[in-house]
């Protein structure tokens, strides 16, 4: 367990928080390029490690980011004008192009020299394979964006998706690290497997609840092992992947597509999950595409998402939530699923936002089970504290290839030692994608 203060270091990612402070090192996916689906149209709310923002595209297609409030009197640049290569505040009509610079200023003598002085604070985007991102950290010019795989395929290889998560992101995050839930929480008790299809994997985790968990620091984070009884001669491995600061990669089963997440903190007790899916080796069939739109595997059913509106991430929020029990039903706990909750996402969301909105970890009682938790809070912490005090630059920030890795399950002879055995399993090599078990 944490102590107060360390729960506190770890949860809080807002402007001068020591782990706000880690995320700003990094680029952050803020939005789908097609939540900005052409030039000048209209802006968009964001809200990203507790900061109100507007994004918008301008007349050239560049993508733009500024503080909510305009830098005269305050007004809201959500209701300005996204025109002629800039976004124009409807107060007075001030306008900013993407770097925050005042390029209009009507209101004022024509003689006058004052928008030379006054800007908005703007951040940098990058667009990247369908997703905008977007960097809020203190450097002037900004390192390379991740080589995180499924950033670097074809469209046609890679579906994406969101939901907003009514709890901080840490609490959201550990459980894309937790190997252990998934034979509980995801469990189906007739059926096809929730995960994927059934494989000699899915069987040996779904017989054998208990593993042994290993850890692993690298480069970029934390390799988390989970280690069952295969057969008499092998273990079946399945390992997980964390990446700072806040990706997982979850292993699949057989020849399926690679899947994973990002957290992205919105604020400290909201946050956006990221879900992607992709192939290295060749374009994802309409049948899966179709099947994860519909909410199979990782992803949630885009048919049951709220009404969206034109608050920050208000297209993205779930119809299953605490007021209607999370759809959980009883009938089918009893004959079809272990939760009764409807697919992943919701199994997942229900568990994490009933520990409230930030979960007071003085409280826990940590297993065996929990060793992969245990190793990432204390990768989070040692980072927030050695950026703080010695000014050290988290792993992964200037090292994008160390990002080149995946998750994967794999048997191996029980005298093989799991990270040489895998390492050909968790490399992201362009066009290849070895059969898990």
Excluded at 48 to 74: K, M, W, Y
Excluded at 180 to 185: C, T
Excluded at 344 to 350: E, K, L, N, Y
Excluded at 358 to 374: F, K, P, T
């Amino acid at each position: 367990m944490l102590t107060a203060e360390e729960n506190e270091t770890l949860c809080r990612v807002g402007p001068g928080s020591a782990m706000g402070d880690v995320f700003r090192q990094y680029w952050l996916p803020i939005l789908l390029s097609s939540e900005l689906p052409e030039a000048d149209c209209p802006p968009l709310r964001v809200r990203v490690l507790g900061e109100e923002l507007i994004a918008f595209r301008q007349t050239d297609s560049a993508i733009g980011l500024l503080a909510n409030a305009c830098p005269h009197r305050g007004a809201s640049l959500f209701f300005g004008r996204n025109e002629d290569r800039g976004l124009r505040c409807v107060y007075h009509g001030w306008k900013f192009d993407t770097s925050g610079a005042c390029v209009d200023m009507p209101n004022e003598p024509a003689e006058s020299n004052f928008k030379h002085k006054v800007r908005a604070l703007a951040y940098p985007c990058r667009e990247r394979n369908g997703v905008i991102w977007a960097y809020l950290g203190p450097r002037t010019e900004p390192g390379p964006l991740p080589d995180i795989e499924w950033s670097l395929l074809p469209p046609s290889q890679v579906y994406i998706s969101k939901r907003f998560q009514n709890c901080n992101w840490a609490q959201a995050l550990e459980g894309g690290i937790d190997s252990s839930h998934s034979a509980f929480l995801h469990a189906t008790l007739s059926g096809p497997p929730i995960l994927g299809d059934a494989t000699r994997g899915m069987d040996i985790r779904m017989r054998e609840k208990h593993a042994h968990f290993e850890t692993l620091q690298t480069s970029y984070g934390t390799a988390v092992a989970a280690r069952r009884d295969a057969d008499t001669d092998h273990f079946y491995w399945r390992i997980t992947q964390f990446l700072m600061p806040s990706y997982t990669l979850v292993p699949p089963y057989g020849e399926s597509a690679v899947g994973g997440h990002i957290w992205v903190p919105l604020d400290d007790q909201t946050t956006m999950a990221w879900t992607f899916t992709w192939h290295p080796a060749r374009a994802l069939t309409q049948a899966e595409v179709t099947g994860m739109r519909n909410g199979k595997g990782l992803h949630y059913d885009l048919r049951k998402l709220r009404p969206a509106t034109s608050a920050p991430d208000g297209a993205w929020k779930l119809t299953a939530g605490p007021e209607n029990d999370y759809l959980r039903d009883r009938a089918a706990m009893r004959t079809e699923s272990f939760s009764g909750l409807p697919g992943v996402a919701i199994q997942d969301a229900a568990a994490q936002e009933s520990m409230g909105a930030i979960y007071n970890r003085v409280q826990e009682h940590l297993g065996a089970s929990d060793a992969g938790i245990i190793q990432v809070r204390k990768q989070w912490l040692d980072a927030a504290q050695a950026l703080r005090e010695r000014g050290v630059i988290p792993a992964g920030v200037d090292d994008p290839a160390a990002y080149r890795v995946r998750a994967a399950g794999v048997i191996l002879p029980k005298a093989t030692d799991w990270v040489q055995g895998s390492a050909d399993w968790l490399a992201a090599r362009e066009g290849v994608l070895l059969q898990s078990a």
